[in-house]
């Protein structure tokens, strides 16, 4: 019999992510973050394939990013707008760990299972972070689903893709409670 874990439970009941905006420095340290990698990496994953990794984004890399991305945007012609959106996200990053979805050949394990597999980490990152008492936020963006710039800007292979970027820092403002899911309206009983 498993033992109740309160702590636990009460954690899930109120966690919240941290608008990515509104977190600064400082950030976590290698071993405060490796400490969260750890922990956020222990996630179902059939066949033992570990379908994704990891890069980690520091304040240079994120100001990098940035700057392609602003090029990225100019060559097709993005309006202003959307370009400033797009780049938003790096600007303001001090630390993100891009979580890279990578689809490994299986007889077993069916490839949606390897997505889904990818996105509970960035949950776990998510979890992680805000337990280890950092704000964190999962980000993507239209850029991230952009084939042409995450080949030219992160070197992803073509079994490879964006699933997010979990963005940790210093929490400056508590976000409100948003709605949560009515139950009622979502779960049946049979």
């Known amino acids: 019999m498993t033992l109740r874990n309160e702590a636990a439970l009460d954690f899930l009941r109120t966690r919240r992510s941290r608008p990515a905006k509104t977190l600064t420095k400082p950030a976590p340290s290698r071993d405060q973050l490796i400490e969260i990698l ?11 394939l570990e379908p994704w990794r990891l890069k980690i984004l520091e304040k240079p890399t994120l100001e990098k990013i940035a700057s392609a991305a602003k ?56 979890n992680a972070g805000l337990a ?22 992160f070197g992803l292979d073509t079994n490879e893709r964006v699933a997010g970027i979990i963005y940790f820092g210093t929490e400056t403002v508590t976000p409100a409670e948003r709605p949560r899911p009515n139950l009622a309206e979502i779960v049946t009983w049979e």
């Open 38 to 48: 750890e922990a956020g990496t222990r996630v179902p994953d059939h066949g033992k």
């Open 132 to 153: 280890a008492g950092w704000g964190a936020n999962w980000l993507t963006g239209w850029l991230s689903h952009d084939r042409n710039f995450v080949s030219e800007t």
């Open 71 to 126: 090029k990225y945007c100019e060559s097709i012609n993005c309006e202003e707008a959307v370009t400033a959106k797009a780049l938003k996200q790096f600007e303001d990053g001090e630390l993100g760990v891009l979580v890279i979805e990578v689809q490994k050949p299986s007889e077993k394990i069916p490839e949606i299972e390897q997505t889904y597999s990818a996105g509970a980490v960035c949950l776990s990152l998510v």
